[in-house]
């Protein structure tokens, strides 16, 4: 399956600042990267997903960007505020493009 | 979107004891659906891939007799696990794909939390 590697673990950033959580993965073949957002004994929800046509989509305060080379994408988040506080994990497919792998997830703390 | 219901959304079970769990597309039809178990503070692994009329694909180190996965309809996919033990005790997750309509994005159930005594 697919190795798919995900920093930091965890990530405390004062409300108003910026937050990157960075993925790799392996399989080059890999052609679709969503992250989710998971509250604690929630579902994941989806929050962005991006296609390997483009390097970077954005939707208000949250943005991805990709590198199909160096087979990293990375989550921004603008002007966190407290409730953007969660579980990220971003996934990336595996051989036959039907499933998913998920990294290991980054724990956001946003500090009023 | 398209919504995936889960039942039961929790259990607790003696342990040697069978748990079934099921999984259903409720707006539209999913050839293939997914199942993830989630220890806490940990992130989702997914176990197999279920396919609609045939056989699931396990991953690695995932036993199979155990974690018996069957998908007899475009809208149902069941996940029981045998004689369960309490190190099974976890969050299960299912998640669904429309692909005949062409969409990237899963669908994730909410849960089922299991528990073994």
């Known amino acids: 399956g697919e190795n798919v590697e995900q920093h930091p673990s965890t990530l405390s950033v004062q409300e108003g600042d910026s937050a990157v959580i960075k993925c790799t993965y392996s399989?080059?073949?890999?052609?679709?990267f969503p992250w989710y957002k998971q509250e604690l004994g929630k579902r994941p929800q989806l929050i962005i997903d991006?296609?390997?046509?483009?390097g970077e989509k954005k939707d208000q305060r949250i943005a991805v960007t990709l590198n199909k080379t160096a087979k990293h994408f990375s989550l921004h988040i603008t002007e966190t505020q407290p409730e953007d506080s969660a579980v990220y994990f971003c996934?990336?497919?595996?051989?036959?493009?039907?499933?998913?792998?998920f990294g290991t997830g980054t724990s956001l703390t946003v500090i009023p | 979107g398209a919504v995936v219901s889960q039942h039961p959304s929790w259990v607790i079970c003696k342990s040697g004891t069978s748990v079934k769990i099921e999984c259903r597309s409720l707006?539209?039809?999913?050839?293939?659906m997914f199942w993830y178990r989630q220890f806490p503070k940990q992130s989702l692994m997914l176990m197999a891939t279920?396919?609609?009329?045939?056989?699931?694909?396990?991953e690695q180190g995932v036993e199979k007799d155990k974690f018996l996965i069957n998908h007899a309809s475009l809208t149902l996919s069941t996940l029981t696990v045998t004689s369960a033990h309490p190190e099974d005790s976890s969050f299960y997750i299912c998640s669904a794909r429309d692909l005949a309509g062409g969409i990237d994005e899963q669908f994730f159930g909410p849960g089922t939390r299991l528990t073994v005594l």
């Open positions: 996934a990336a497919p595996g051989d036959t493009g039907n499933q998913f792998y």
């Open positions: 399989d080059s073949a890999s052609n679709y």
């Open positions: 991006i296609r390997s046509n483009v």
């Open positions: 707006d539209f039809q999913a050839t293939t």
């Open positions: 279920s396919n609609e009329g045939s056989k699931a694909t396990y």
